[in-house]
């Protein structure tokens, strides 16, 4: 990642990761501070093959929750689930991603978002890699083609050594792929 990149999403590290000062670090209630997400799909070979294949995530020992304990907590509606645990990375406190198909009688409903503010929620993911050419060409070989007019230099006053390549998973979510320029943009510039 370029040291331009890193500085200019250091403001978001300060405020969202790093305690104000040592204080505040020894009272934190964060057992660690990166976050998991759970994210329902409609075909779960699909998106394995999406999240592993084209973005690079490893799978990791998933695990399943059943008996009383989903409906008891509000998980499901008493269905049982197959959670798969992707990893990015290697280390202990990685982002770690946890793909789920519910098999229940009522199926997740797949709402159609051509845009990130389409619907209220969680609405995309931000990947930070080091080759944007590595992410979009595994894509391509897959059959998913860049969103919109993806990728794209970021917009001035951001780095400009920085693109964003927009990809739709199986299920339509957006997944930004933010990194350096593809060989494509490098030679616009």
């Not at 505040?24 to 329902?40: C, H, P």
């Not at 391509?140 to 050594?161: F, H, N, T």
Request: net charge positive; charged share 25%.
């Amino acid at each position: 990642m370029s040291s331009t990149l890193i500085k200019s999403y250091s403001f978001l590290l300060l405020i969202l990761c790093i305690p104000i000062n040592a204080e505040e670090q020894k009272e934190s209630n964060f057992a660690k501070q990166t976050i998991d997400m759970g994210i329902v799909v409609t075909d779960i070979k699909k998106s394995l093959k999406f999240y592993k294949e084209i973005i690079g995530f490893s799978e990791t020992e998933g695990f399943k929750v059943g008996g009383k304990f989903p409906k008891s907590v509000g998980l499901t509606d008493g269905t049982p689930l197959t959670i798969h645990v992707l990893k990015l990375g290697k280390e202990e406190h990685a982002t770690t991603l946890k793909l789920m198909q519910v098999g229940s009688k009522k199926p997740a409903r797949l709402i159609k978002q051509p845009h990130i503010h389409t619907i209220a929620g969680l609405s995309y993911l931000t990947i930070f890699v080091k080759d944007v050419d590595v992410v979009m060409n595994r894509a391509k070989k897959l059959g998913y083609e860049p969103y919109a007019k993806s990728p794209q230099i970021l917009p001035e006053g951001l780095p400009q050594d920085v693109c964003l390549l927009m990809l739709k998973d199986p299920d339509g979510n957006f997944v930004e792929i933010v990194g350096p320029l593809t060989s494509e943009l490098e030679a616009k510039k």
